[in-house]
């Protein structure tokens, strides 16, 4: 049996199945969830290229499977990033109970981890960015609101998003020439145009990114939370592939200089938009587009010399995502609460919902990288691998995490203002306040112990091999 | 040989056809002319694939369109009416159309030196239509205008890509993005006039 039967065509499936059940909204999101996170046990456990028993049955585990001349391989290499897209899809599909951001999420959710877990592993991987492409499509059933009017936010989402796939797609194909005659210096600085140009769309890069806080000042928080979470984690993981096929441009110090730069600009684009944002929605979708800045900033940090950039990139991962959920659904219930997340309608929010105050305050802090909380670990060795890079790219770069953290401050001081005679009191549900809770004291327990957790992400840069000395 | 000998017209229909859809404002018109745009890219597409690959294109296109149909025939009146384009408006997008159309036949020779094996048509008939769709994106911010000029953009760049990429999956591929657009266009379309669901 092929690996993608398990972690593609049946979650795949599942999704298919789900999404006529939804109108049983509870038992989808508990199959879901359950599917998930057995995919993900799955993916920890289960011997790859090797045989094992059931009974009386013997089945093979081949990590490829060919279809129409192409190939799908999720081998040993893969299993972490498994392990990380089905447990994200779990917790993500866990909650959506609480959140509500629509039936056909928990469903479509499945799909699209399907999907991307078909994108990183299609060969050749050019192909990655039609299945990203298609996982766009299927997430914009929940990106909307029915009976009311489509905002520009999601139709600039879908226009720059599908902008990305013929740049691509062209790219892979004269790449293939440079790697042919790699003299030919022209061929290989439109090849780089057309590929950076394609990231840029896809990753909503300085100056495409303007879809990320207009989505989410229309979208519902929760799922356009996993948007963002899982849309640049997926693109990452298929740029970090052109840089580990080609050898020609990861040894190009030029590549990782802009990298570098447009990682930066996109960093203080985010923050400081941020530092003057008055809508809780679109704070969280500039705090993403920093994210997505220090991402590629990571990338950049190792220049093709040592591994250490990629386990930073790596390591990332989990404090964005804990940070992103916390976020997001704490906004949800925020929302719940109140007329819109603008700050007018949030003031004193903090007095009757505290917890999903706290919350957000602190995954807003923990993505701006404060001390003792998830993000700061991760950060701080950001920090020193650019400074020994460059200095001014660590000013501005801290610039934009200034703005950011800006931004957390008047939100804390918008959401703790109000009459002083207003009571305290605990208005969520028991089961928001014990999700709520969990997220928080995740926070703080990576954040204070990260050589506990930081370690499961060591193995992850082994899926590009080229790319460690 | 008969998709060589067809393949100016094939050029001339997609400038018309992309043309309309940028001026057009009738919803059924603009349809009708996606439907043909779609032959004048199956034509182009022809001239480097088998006839069987060539014809997924079409009928993507042609399934694209009738879900947008659809969509439209199901919404209220109200709902279908799109923008209302004054003399002026029209003006302006014809000088812009012209515009592309002289970039395209500019940089159509230089192209077609560069991508082995291409046709002087094919790569006209790309880059009008990559021109025209990015055109029509440019100018407007509704659901079926938006959805129209990523097809017609989509269009354009499978006709280049033909040339260089003759996989099955691709097409496939391709050819499911293409629905897919017609039917995220289609549910934007419809959403509006669902009912709120807490």
């Known amino acids: 049996m092929s690996t993608a039967f398990i972690w593609i065509l049946f979650p795949g499936f599942l999704a298919g199945v789900l999404l006529f059940l939804q109108r049983w909204e509870r038992a989808v999101t508990v199959l879901a969830t359950l599917s998930a996170t057995l995919l993900a046990g799955l993916a920890w456990w289960l011997p790859v290229k090797e045989q094992f028993f059931i009974g009386p049955w013997t089945l093979d585990m081949v990590d490829t499977w060919s279809i129409m001349g192409r190939r799908f391989i999720l081998g040993p290499n893969d299993r972490p990033a498994l392990v990380i897209l089905y447990l994200t899809a779990a917790f993500w599909c866990g909650a959506a109970y609480l959140a509500r951001p629509g039936r056909v999420f928990v469903p479509l959710a499945l799909g699209i981890v399907a999907l991307m877990t078909a994108a990183i592993s299609v060969e050749p991987f050019l192909y990655a960015a039609l299945l990203i492409e298609i996982s766009i499509l299927l997430s914009v059933p929940f990106l909307v609101s029915h009976g009311r009017p489509v905002g520009r936010g999601i139709l600039r989402y879908i226009t720059l998003q599908s902008l990305g796939v013929p740049f691509i797609l062209f790219s892979g194909w004269m790449l293939a020439g440079v790697e042919a005659s790699p003299g030919d210096q022209v061929l290989i600085q439109q090849a780089s145009v057309l590929l950076g140009l394609g990231f840029a769309f896809f990753l909503a890069i300085f100056p495409f990114h303007t879809w990320i806080p207009m989505l989410a000042e229309e979208a519902h928080p929760y799922a356009i939370g996993f948007v963002l979470l899982l849309l640049p984690g997926a693109i990452s993981f298929f740029g970090l592939g052109f840089l580990d096929r080609y050898s020609w441009l990861r040894t190009s110090q030029t590549t990782y200089s802009m990298l570098r730069l447009f990682g930066v600009l996109t960093v203080v684009i985010g923050g400081i938009w941020a530092a003057f944002q008055r809508h809780l929605g679109k704070m969280l979708g500039y705090s993403v587009v920093v994210e997505i800045g220090f991402s590629m900033t990571a990338i950049s940090l190792g220049g093709g010399t040592h591994s250490g950039s990629l386990e930073v990139f790596f390591a990332s991962l989990l404090p964005r995502g804990l940070g992103l959920g916390v976020w997001a659904l704490a906004l949800t219930i925020i929302r719940n609460q109140t007329k819109g997340l603008l700050f007018r309608d949030v003031q004193g929010v903090a007095r009757h919902a505290p917890v999903a105050a706290t919350a957000l305050i602190l995954a807003h802090f923990s993505i701006a990288g404060l001390p003792l909380l998830a993000g700061f670990p991760v950060r701080l060795a950001l920090w020193e691998g650019l400074a020994q890079i460059s200095l001014t790219a660590v000013f501005w770069a801290l610039l934009g995490n200034i703005g950011l953290l800006i931004g957390g401050l008047r939100t804390l001081a918008v959401l703790v203002m109000g009459p002083s005679d207003e009571k305290w009191q605990l208005t969520e549900s028991w089961k928001e306040q014990a999700y709520l809770l969990v997220g928080i004291g995740a926070l703080l327990v990576v954040g204070l112990f990260p050589q506990w957790f930081l370690p499961l992400f060591a193995n992850m840069p082994q899926a590009f091999d080229q790319l460690i000395p | ?198």
């Open chain 2, 1 to 198: 040989m008969m998709f060589d000998q067809l393949a100016f017209f094939a050029v001339v229909l997609i400038s018309m056809t992309s043309l309309v859809l940028l001026i057009g404002q009738d919803w059924r018109v603009s349809i009708s002319a996606l439907a043909l745009q779609y032959l004048g890219v199956f034509e182009l597409v022809g001239l480097s694939w088998s006839l069987e690959l060539a014809a997924v294109k079409l009928v993507a296109g042609w399934m694209a369109g009738a879900v947008l149909g659809m969509a439209l025939l199901g919404i209220p009146d109200e709902a279908r009416k799109g923008e209302r384009l004054v003399l002026g408006s029209v003006l302006f997008r014809l000088l812009t159309a012209g515009l592309v159309w002289l970039v395209a036949f500019s940089i159509a020779p230089q192209l077609s030196a560069r991508i082995p094996g291409i046709k002087y048509e094919q790569v006209l008939g790309g880059i009008i239509l990559i021109g025209m769709g990015l055109l029509q994106l440019g100018l407007t911010a509704l659901p079926l205008r938006i959805t129209i000029g990523l097809l017609t953009v989509l269009s354009g760049f499978e006709i280049l890509y033909a040339v260089v990429e003759t996989s099955t999956l691709v097409s496939g591929l391709l050819a499911g993005v293409s629905l897919g657009l017609a039917l995220v266009g289609a549910y934007l379309l419809t959403i509006p006039t669902m009912e709120e669901i807490e």
